[in-house]
């Protein structure tokens, strides 16, 4: 049963805590990727990966920390330093590079902050 | 930087009506236009995926047009159904990396 798996579904974090978020894929693909989501809004990214020990940050990388050991595990630490990490988090992985190579979505982590 | 819009921002409709969703987009410098589904907090279903040098591409009920020169691409939808209730995300690749640039998407809903 071939997918992509988040967890956990829901995380909350206290102030000034890092917390990792997980994201597995058994697709067997080379790039993966996580957006940030808030209300209202579509989804902005945060980092990706195009292969194993390779990332590069996306449009909103700060506070944000990755990294790429397997090819099947893309976690996301969300670090204190990021100001306002309340949101729903959504990682997506693809087979290659191609621009025909349609993204696959996991289920997403909602983050909250209390 | 390349920005993507959405109209409207919310749509709601009598079951049975055939229906059109607006997505516009600032560069016309893309390579694919992709149109997902997302239901109430879920992730993303990829519904249709159109390459530039496509203009359009169908999947059932769902249609979706491109038309680059103008920046815009639309959804149609025939004979809508309660089940179509969600929320439907646009989003275009513009670079390397394969990354997309999302529209905050039409929340539509059917009403039965």
């Known amino acids: 049963d071939g997918g992509i798996t988040q967890s956990p579904k829901y995380l909350f974090r206290k102030e000034g805590q890092n917390v990792t978020l997980s994201c597995e894929q058994n697709?067997?693909?080379?790039?993966m990727y996580w957006y940030r989501q808030d209300p209202g809004q579509g989804l902005r990214l945060i980092y990706y990966s195009q292969i194993v020990n390779d990332f590069q940050k996306g449009d909103i990388a700060e506070g944000y920390s990755v990294s790429r050991e397997k090819k099947e595990s893309f976690p996301l630490t969300v670090t204190s330093a990021q100001k306002n990490p309340t949101a729903f988090y959504l990682c997506?992985?693809?087979?290659?590079?191609?621009?025909?190579?349609?993204?696959?979505f996991g289920p997403g982590t909602r983050l909250t902050v209390l | 930087k390349q920005e993507v819009t959405q109209i409207p921002a919310a749509l709601s409709v009598p079951e049975g009506e055939n229906l059109v969703l607006n997505c516009s987009f600032t560069d016309s410098a893309i390579y694919n236009l992709q149109w997902f589904r997302q239901d109430p907090g879920k992730g993303l279903t990829s519904l249709l995926l159109i390459q530039s040098s496509q203009r359009e591409q169908t999947s059932g009920r769902l249609n979706a047009s491109l038309d680059k020169s103008s920046g815009r691409s639309t959804l149609y939808i025939a004979a809508s159904q309660p089940g179509d209730s969600a929320t439907y995300l646009c989003?275009?690749?513009?670079?390397?990396?394969?990354?997309?640039?999302f529209g905050a998407g039409t929340i539509l809903r059917v009403k039965s």
């Open positions: 697709l067997n693909h080379d790039a």
């Open positions: 997506a992985s693809a087979a290659g590079q191609g621009y025909a190579d349609t993204q696959y």
């Open positions: 989003a275009v690749i513009a670079g390397y990396g394969n990354k997309l640039v």
